[in-house]
C-alpha cells in the first residue's frame, strides 16, 4: 500500500510547530488529528461492477466507506486535479455524526458523563468535548481536500452556528485566511417553533438561515458570475428617468433636445448623449410601428441607450430623460436567502431527510465549474450533488464529472427509507442517481449519465 503524498502535509505540520507562539487554535486532540492525515490509508478501492451503472463508459465515481480513507486513496491519482469541492458535513447539533476514527478515544478518556441539572462548568466541558471531536474529525479531512485542489478550485462548506465559528478559524488555518471569498446566506423554511416560548421569555428566534463558505485554493480561482431573478419592480419594461446628475462639471453641460442647463450637468458625456438621442429618434422613425421598445432594445443586441424631451417637461432637466432598461438579472450576492437551503424532490422523496435543494448545488457549480472539471463531494448523502452535476450538464452540455464519498451508516430503524428496504445511506445515494438517470436519460444522448461504485475495503497482507 502506497503512503500518502504528505510532502506538503509535512510542511504544514513544520509550519505548524514553528509557529507554536503565534496566535493558535487548540484543542485537546487537534496534533492527533494533523497527525491522522499523514498516516498511510489503510483500505483499498475495490470495483463493484454489478451496483455500478455504464461501468465502461463514465468518470463518475461513488465511493462507499470513510472518507478520511476515501481522500488518502484518492491523492495519487486526483491531487490538485479538482475544480471544485462542496461538502455538507453534519453540523454538530448533538449525535448527528458517525465517526469511528480512532481518535474518538482521545477524547472519552477521563470525561465525566454529563446529564440534566449539570453545573455550568460540566456543560461547558461537555461541549468542549463536544466541538474536540468534531473539529478531530473534520481537520485532516480538510487538510486532504486542499491538496486535492486544482489551483484554480474551491471548497463550498455548508454549515449553521453551531460550529461556523470554528470551522472559519480552521478553515483560516488550512486554506489561508485571504483565501476566503465569501459566506453565502441560504434561506431556512420559516418556522414558528418559538412562540411557545413568547409567554414565558423568547430566548432566541428560530434560525432563518444558515451559510455556505468559500474558500479559494489560490488567488487563482474565479468565479463565473450568476444572476437572480430581478424584483417584479424591476422586471419586464423598462421605464423613463430624468436625465440629470446634481454635480456641477461646466464641461457636462451642453445642449441637448434644445435645452442647455446653466448650472448642475447632465448625467453622460455629450457624445454618450447624442448617441442615444439618435437611437431613441431611429426607433421611433422606423420601428416603434412594430415593436415596444423593450422589443427593439433586446433585438438590437440589449445594449442600446435611448434618450427623449417630454415637451411639456419641468424641472432641473426640463423634461429630457433616458431610458432605464429592464433588468434581465442581478447579479448575486452572498445574500442567497431567495433559495431554500433544504428541498426534497421526486428523486428523493422517501429516501432522506432534507436532502440539500439541488438548486442551490446548481447554483454553486455554475459559480465554480463553467462546463467541465471535477466536483468532488466527500459528505454525500442522497447524492443532491450528483444530481446537481448530471442536471446541470443535461442542461447545458457541460462534461462535469463527480466523485462522491458516502459511509453506509444505517438508516434509522424507524425511517421510512429503512421500510422501503434500503439499509445504508449508500443505498440511498445510488438510487437517488438511478432516479435522477431515469428522469434525465431521455434528454440528452451525448451527457455521461453512469457511474462507477467503488468500496473501500481493509488491506489484506498475503498470509495475514
Ligand atoms: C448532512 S448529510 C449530507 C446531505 C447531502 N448534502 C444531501 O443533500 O443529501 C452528511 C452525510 O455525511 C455522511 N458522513 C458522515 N461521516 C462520514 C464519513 N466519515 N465518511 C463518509 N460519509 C460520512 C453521513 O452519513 C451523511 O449522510
Known amino acids: 500500500m502506497k503512503p500518502v503524498k504528505t510532502d506538503s502535509l509535512d510542511n504544514f505540520a513544520e509550519t505548524a510547530e514553528r509557529h507554536k507562539e503565534r496566535f493558535r487554535f487548540e484543542w485537546p486532540g487537534k496534533e492527533a488529528a494533523i497527525k491522522s492525515a499523514r498516516e498511510p490509508a489503510t483500505q483499498n478501492l475495490v470495483p463493484v461492477e454489478e451496483e455500478s451503472l455504464h461501468f465502461n463508459d463514465t468518470r463518475n465515481l461513488y465511493i462507499e466507506g470513510d472518507n478520511l480513507e476515501a481522500l488518502k486513496v484518492l491523492q495519487d491519482k486526483y491531487s490538485g486535479k479538482i475544480k471544485m469541492i462542496y461538502i455538507d458535513p453534519p453540523y454538530n447539533t448533538g449525535n448527528d455524526f458517525v465517526y469511528n476514527d480512532k481518535f474518538r478515544d ?13 453545573s455550568a462548568a460540566d456543560e461547558n466541558a461537555l461541549s468542549s468535548r463536544n466541538h474536540s471531536i468534531w473539529l478531530s474529525m473534520m481537520y485532516p479531512r480538510l487538510m486532504l481536500a486542499r491538496q486535492l485542489l486544482a489551483r484554480d478550485g474551491a471548497i463550498f462548506i455548508s454549515i449553521d452556528d453551531h460550529e461556523l465559528h470554528h470551522l472559519r478559524v480552521i478553515c483560516d ?20 417553533l418559538n412562540r411557545q416560548f413568547m409567554a414565558n421569555g423568547l430566548k432566541t428566534f428560530n434560525v432563518g438561515f444558515e451559510y455556505i463558505l468559500c474558500y479559494a485554493k489560490s488567488e487563482a480561482f474565479e468565479f463565473q458570475p450568476v444572476f437572480r431573478e430581478p424584483s417584479q419592480k424591476r422586471s419586464a419594461t423598462g421605464y423613463w428617468k430624468g436625465f440629470w446628475n446634481d454635480a456641477d462639471r461646466p464641461t457636462m453641460r451642453y445642449d441637448l433636445l434644445g435645452f442647455t442647463p446653466e448650472t448642475g450637468q447632465w448625467k453622460w458625456k455629450q457624445e454618450t448623449a447624442l448617441e442615444a438621442v439618435n437611437n431613441y429618434k431611429e426607433y421611433l422613425e422606423h420601428f416603434s410601428s412594430q415593436m415596444s421598445l423593450e422589443e427593439y432594445w433586446i433585438h438590437t443586441g440589449m445594449t442600446k441607450k435611448f434618450i427623449r424631451r417630454n415637451p411639456n417637461g419641468k424641472g432641473k432637466n426640463k423634461g429630457v430623460e433616458n431610458w432605464i432598461a429592464p433588468s434581465s438579472g442581478i447579479l448575486r450576492s452572498s445574500n442567497w436567502t431567495d433559495l431554500l437551503v433544504s428541498k426534497s424532490d421526486e428523486t428523493s422523496k422517501g429516501l432522506f431527510d432534507f436532502p440539500k435543494n439541488v438548486e442551490v448545488i446548481k447554483t454553486l457549480i455554475n459559480t465554480a465549474c463553467k462546463s467541465e472539471g471535477i466536483i468532488l463531494d466527500f459528505f454525500a448523502g442522497s447524492s443532491t450533488t450528483a444530481h446537481a452535476v448530471m442536471e446541470l450538464n443535461v442542461q447545458d452540455g457541460g462534461e462535469r464529472s463527480f466523485i462522491l464519498v458516502q459511509i453506509p451508516e444505517d438508516t434509522h430503524p424507524k425511517s421510512h427509507a429503512r421500510k422501503e428496504g434500503y439499509e445504508n445511506i449508500c443505498q440511498i445515494g445510488k438510487e437517488r442517481i438511478n432516479r435522477v438517470v431515469d428522469k434525465l436519460k431521455g434528454e440528452s444522448a451525448q451527457v455521461d449519465l453512469g457511474y462507477q461504485v467503488f468500496r473501500l475495503e481493509n488491506v489484506s497482507f498475503p498470509g495475514g
Open 173 to 192: 488555518e488550512i486554506f489561508g485566511a485571504s483565501n476566503l471569498r465569501n459566506t453565502f446566506a441560504v434561506r431556512r423554511y420559516d418556522k414558528n
Open 106 to 118: 482521545i477524547h472519552n478518556k477521563g470525561t465525566h458523563k454529563s446529564g440534566p441539572g449539570e
